[in-house]
């Protein structure tokens, strides 16, 4: 089955647990509850909420320092931490973390080979804050997208790249705009 089998399966029987998407040495999990994706999760470093928010100058280098220190004592989630912290704003995290889920239903979708786990259970554990996406919403955008990703992949020599937005300043919102038209 491919991943997107695979996601469909989970939107028609509405499935709860968690769906992981392992490809070399990537790994890629969903949480699940009857049918919507409630978050996501990568082995690679880049794609983690601590990078994301720290190259995207949503968060601070120092800041999500401290946060990660703070999550390792208590073992509350990062988003939470950081929520708590007034880091950031409940707004801002769920997007992010929406679109995580996008990006990674997205990628495994582009994928051609690989292995793939579900595991079911009642009632995910969602310790953090969720963002809830609709399985089949995800799935509408990563078809579409997909088969672009797996393009630029390919002229780019590889699946391992990865893809840096700037943050859109007030002097680089021009240029930032006609870079992604070009694209």
Do not use: H, N
């Amino acid at each position: 089955m491919t991943a997107d089998d695979v996601l469909e399966w989970a939107s028609r029987r509405r499935f709860s647990g968690v769906a992981t998407f392992e490809r070399r040495a990537v790994v890629r999990s969903l949480g699940l509850a009857e049918g919507d994706v409630i978050w996501a999760s990568s082995s690679r470093k880049e794609e983690q909420l601590g990078a994301i928010l720290t190259l995207s100058e949503q968060v601070a280098a120092r800041v999500l320092t401290e946060a990660v220190a703070a999550r390792s004592q208590t073992g509350v989630p990062l988003g939470k931490v950081l929520l708590m912290s007034g880091a950031l704003d409940e707004s801002a995290l769920v997007d992010v973390l929406a679109t995580k889920i996008r990006e990674t239903v997205t990628d495994v979708l582009s994928w051609r080979d690989g292995a793939f786990d579900l595991i079911p259970r009642a009632q995910p554990v969602v310790a953090g804050v969720p963002a809830v996406l609709s399985i089949e919403v995800c799935l509408t955008i990563g078809r579409r997208r997909s088969k672009r990703l797996s393009e630029a992949l390919r002229l780019l020599g590889g699946d391992d790249a990865c893809f840096y937005a700037p943050p859109i300043t007030a002097t680089s919102s021009m240029v930032g705009r006609r870079s992604a038209a070009s694209f």
